[in-house]
């Protein structure tokens, strides 16, 4: 088992940037991890995601371009930096942990672990 804690949310104007972090308890190079969001009456969604190695990633095409998924193994860390945001990224920002994967999966229900969310405001 895995606990996750993220770290790094804000507020932040519209064009601006924010990296957030989600550091795991445990050996996390035995999981894929993924940044899901959830914004105020709506379901949680996929942003990013990212193999245990780090060598495949994938993005939610309404972040391609802005947002980058990083995974440390040896300090058991992985960020998402988040560049030029917009006023409808603003969400509650959460990190997800999967096992037995080989690749990561866009859906929520791939995961096994997730942290308490971190909140991103974007101000226009």
């Known amino acids: 088992q895995v606990q996750l804690v993220e770290s790094g949310g804000g507020l932040v104007q519209a064009g601006g940037s924010l990296r957030l972090s989600c550091a795991a308890s445990?050996?996390?190079?035995?999981?894929?991890m993924g940044w899901f969001r959830q914004a105020p009456g709506k379901e949680r969604e996929f942003v990013a995601a990212?193999?245990?190695?780090?060598?495949?990633?994938y993005y939610t095409d309404s972040v391609k371009g802005r947002f980058t998924i990083y995974r440390d193994n040896a300090k058991n860390t992985v960020a998402l930096q988040m560049n030029s945001l917009k006023p409808e990224d603003t969400a509650v920002y959460y990190c997800a942990a999967g096992q037995g994967q080989l690749l990561p999966s866009q859906d929520r229900r791939g995961y096994d672990y997730w942290g308490q969310g971190t909140q991103v405001t974007v101000s226009s």
């Open positions: 990212t193999s245990r190695s780090g060598e495949t990633t």
């Open positions: 445990g050996r996390s190079s035995i999981y894929v």
